[in-house]
């Protein structure tokens, strides 16, 4: 609740620049009014940089427009249900509000929808993308960069999720902008063909991975994520602690000596909980490290 009511004190000044309340467009008085509400509010993974996001574009609508301009939603759309080829899960993209339902007559017939629900469905969509970004770039668990770090200092090593979400809307290729924020490590690209393979064509072609085959190769994903930009500022770059790698197309699985992958598995895919951050609780997250060279 602290936190939520320190987004709002932090909400105060931008209110004072945005149009008074007769010039604003119905959905921007929609938009104002979840943004205000702290329970909606704290539904948001980021809701600071929802807000900045909000405010870079006049608080008007970043995906429910008109016909015309509806490629990148569905676009936004179709890359969130393909977060499983990514070592990611549905669950933390609001999966139970962001549905195709009444997404056709949003873009269509938007006068047909209520303006509090596109204006809720347009901040959801918002947050899921930030977030996407933000789990693609940092990964989801990086002990380095909790969540709360990343809304607080906006930019870490030149690099925004709202900045990457800006140049992606403006971006010919909307989903290659996205996914570009991923490390660019051999070792990972490999993971990742693999993943895209397994969770996307192979189940096309009827060919079933064991899930723990799946979730091996998602959560040394997970690590090369950390490792990539959590050794950016060291001399010396460590070798990454990888329980699987992929050699000549097939994953090749190494024994865990540090008996680590059980708590990062069970941290990545405890549904419909998040891994606590307190101080108090004990972590599983700081005790992952990597090799020497």
């Not at 249900?81 to 669950?91: K, N, P, R, S």
């Not at 906006?154 to 902008?177: M, P, Q, V």
């Not at 059980?262 to 005790?287: C, H, N």
Request: overall charge positive; charged content about 25%; glycine content about 4%.
């Amino acid at each position: 609740m602290k936190t939520i009511s320190a987004v709002l004190l932090w909400l105060i000044p931008l209110l004072l620049v945005t149009p008074a309340r007769g010039q604003q467009s119905p959905f921007s008085k929609q938009l104002w009014a979840q943004l205000s509400d702290k329970s909606k509010l704290k539904k948001l993974h980021y809701p600071k940089s929802v807000i900045r996001y909000y405010a870079r574009i006049g608080f008007q609508p970043a995906w429910i427009k008109n016909n015309k301009d509806s490629r990148q939603i569905w676009e936004a759309m179709m890359l969130l249900d393909c977060v499983l080829q990514y070592g990611l899960a549905h669950a933390d993209y609001h999966p139970k509000e962001l549905t195709y339902e009444q997404l056709p007559e949003m873009i269509k017939a938007p006068e047909k929808v209520s303006e509090g629900y596109k204006a809720r469905f347009d901040l959801l969509l918002t947050d899921a993308l930030i977030t996407l970004i933000n789990h693609l770039h940092y990964g989801k668990l990086n002990p380095a960069y909790s969540r709360a770090n990343i809304e607080n200092l906006e930019k870490i090593n030149g690099f925004d999720a709202c900045d990457e979400l800006t140049h992606a809307n403006n971006a010919a290729d909307f989903t290659t902008a996205i996914l570009s924020v991923q490390p660019k490590s051999i070792a990972y690209l490999h993971l990742q063909r693999y993943m895209k393979l397994i969770k996307g064509q192979y189940v096309g072609d009827c060919y079933e991975v064991p899930e723990l085959e799946v979730r091996k190769i998602a959560i040394n994903m997970e690590r090369l994520r950390w490792w990539e930009f959590n050794e950016k500022k060291t001399h010396k770059r460590k070798a990454p602690y990888l329980t699987c790698e992929i050699i000549e197309g097939l994953p090749v699985f190494h024994k865990d000596i540090l008996k680590l992958d059980k708590a990062l598995e069970a941290a990545m895919y405890t549904a419909g909980k998040r891994i606590p951050t307190s101080r108090k609780k004990p972590s599983v997250l700081p005790k992952i490290h990597i090799k020497k060279d």
